[in-house]
């Protein structure tokens, strides 16, 4: 059953003077539920214009973006924020927790936002981080973790409202190796019981953590790689490989 439905999105950008920046040209896939996908591509392929209008923050020139059959673009602003609250969760690079909140408060941010009672955001905050090892921080500040335990925080965060998709922006683009990879590996654990997980990352590692990747170059869908058998290596070798095809494309395009 596919959560997500990406129907032949464009993207065009207006500037001054009537210039146009195409930075979407025709992305059409779909995300099945419980499925891991990665999105790899280098810097202006595209692969962050699509993140943004698969997160509704921005809405496409044409094409449709599907999440359990509801086009988001065919919402006014408030009932986006809403569908958005209720359906999407956003783990990012540079964590984006509130230095003046508690681990604990900012993981309860968002069942504020959506009105929950006290109770319920307590029955729901100690337990899921218990469950991502960040329990006994839930009193502490931002500035007082590491950028490994602030990562889990916004992995709590994202997970808190249950969302149907998990949306990850270059996650481990803020940590060393070391809590990059213990971060890789609780991802895969997420998604092992049953979330849905779409992340943008450039690194080849991380993605070998997916089930399925997606190369984007100029605005399309250029190449897929799937896991099926694979060992996690095998997958890493099929990126590393894949990627300097693709980096051998671009030069030879270029010369």
Sequence with gaps: MSVLEV????????????????????V????????FVAIMGES?????????????????????????????SQLKDDERAIMRRENL??????????????????????????GEKPDVMDAKVKPLAEKLGIGELLTKYPFEISGG??????????????PQILLADEPTGALDSKAATNLMRLMRQIHEGGQTILMVTHSNVAASYADRVMFIRDGEVFHQLYRGDLTRSQMLDKICDTVTV????????ES
């Design 44 to 72: 202006g392929s595209g692969k962050t214009t699509l993140l943004n209008i698969l997160a509704s923050l921005d809405v496409p020139t044409a094409g449709k973006v599907l999440v359990n059959g509801e086009d988001f």
């Design 149 to 162: 335990q602030k990562q889990r925080a916004a992995i709590a965060r994202a997970l808190i409202t249950d």
């Design 246 to 253: 693709l980096m051998r494309g671009g030069e030879d395009s």
């Design 7 to 26: 129907s032949h999105v464009k993207k065009i950008y207006k500037a001054r003077l009537g210039a146009e920046t195409t930075a979407l040209q025709d």
């Design 89 to 114: 969760g956003f783990i990012f690079q540079d964590f984006n927790l509130l230095d003046n909140f508690s681990i604990e408060d900012n993981i309860k941010l968002p069942l504020v936002l959506a």
């Design 28 to 35: 059409h896939f779909t995300v099945e539920k419980g499925e």
